[in-house]
């Protein structure tokens, strides 16, 4: 590490179990993210400021006027342009150390084993089941742990997947949920709750820190402030994870 990095993570370095060998653990880790927008863009975000070396980044799209209320990493001037590009500008901007693979299309059959290959942990931050399936699959098949997080209108969750030891995203949700849509009710500090949230369990996950959720399902409902786990059991037979 050089003496500029120790200057600026030196009070995270402070925490006990973490210090200079988690600083370099986060400096050499690549972490893929899917969807950097609302939950997306505050991961990236967090990474970011906390050292993580590398992110590949997929997310396709023009910015539009209703992605500014929680999309943090887009500015107003940047309407009708690649989100991609503001997404890369702004996070060099408070990292300039941090290498960017930017793509600018969302995950797909075509690209999602390319994506997955190129990190060490993954966040799952998509709004459609056919993108987080498709992560969930490719992420179990190469042995990579995956983050998922999502939120709809005041409520959130959040689980983190290890191959071969936890349940996956299809013992989860063994079927596609109906609710889910590409438009949904979101005040973006909602999205930023999780968002944060699942910074932190990627931190855990590389640094070796910490208890990760790990079959167990984190709720939130922010309009009561209640916070509660339940216990998720992997699912023998379950066509993506049980023979890992």
Known sequence: MTSEERAIYEWQMWIPDFGEAGQTKLKQASVLIS????????????????????????????????????????????????????????????????????????????????????????????????????????????????????????????????????????????EQRPDWRRQFPVFGAVAGTVGCLAAVEVIKLIAGIGTPLSNRLLKMDLRTMTFRTFTVQRDPSCPVCANL
């Open 35 to 174: 969807r950097c927008g609302g939950v997306g863009g505050n991961v990236a975000w967090q990474l970011a400021a906390a050292g993580v070396g590398r992110l590949v980044i997929a997310h396709g799209g023009n910015l539009k006027p209703s992605d500014l209320n929680r999309q943090t990493l887009m500015t107003h001037d940047h309407l009708g342009k690649p989100r991609i590009d503001s997404i890369v500008r702004r996070l060099q901007a408070l990292n300039p150390r941090l290498e960017i693979a930017a793509h600018g299309a969302n995950v797909s059959e075509a690209n999602v084993a390319r994506l997955v290959g190129q990190a060490d942990v993954v966040v799952d931050c998509a709004p459609l089941f056919e993108e987080r399936y498709l992560m969930n699959r490719e992420a179990m098949r190469q042995r990579k742990p995956m983050v998922e997080a999502a939120m709809y209108e005041m409520t959130a969750q959040l689980m983190t997947f290890i191959p071969g030891q936890t349940a996956c995203l299809a013992c989860l949700f063994p």
